[in-house]
């Protein structure tokens, strides 16, 4: 039985986890709060509005996002020897670095965070009996 449960952990990391796509996909926009121009790329931003689409860069491995007074744009970018997360690099001023799809649009990796943390109960559950 402990092998059903690798197994079972296996596949749900799998499918959690591994990406059948053949390039990354970014939401790509701007918005300005000064002139409510693409408004819905402010945060939070409209999904709808604004899905994630493939990365035309080559090489891109990361998502981006930057702020800089009040102007959101959301993008692709190559990595290179910049560190994933957030930085101000201004006054007002942040630049993001994520890697996954659609990252720079925030609060996407919850159901994947939910189903892994019931699999590992399920497997600590099965485990005790």
């Not at 925030?106 to 559950?125: K, R, S, Y």
Request: aromatic content about 6%; some cysteine.
């Amino acid at each position: 039985m402990q092998l059903a449960s690798i197994v079972f952990l296996g596949a749900v990391a799998f499918t959690c986890f591994f990406h059948t796509v053949s390039s990354l996909k970014c939401h790509q926009c701007t918005a300005s709060s000064i002139g409510n121009i693409n408004t819905g790329c402010n945060d939070p931003i409209d999904k709808k509005a604004f899905p994630s689409q493939e990365c035309s860069i080559p090489g891109a491995n990361v998502c981006r996002k930057n702020t800089i007074r009040g102007i959101v744009t959301r993008g692709c970018d190559v990595k290179g020897s910049s560190t994933l997360g957030c930085k101000n690099i201004a006054d007002k001023a942040f630049d993001c670095l994520c890697e996954g799809e659609g990252c720079n649009g925030g609060g996407n990796n919850a159901p994947q965070t939910i189903v892994l943390a019931l699999t590992v109960a399920f497997v600590a559950l099965y485990r005790s009996c």
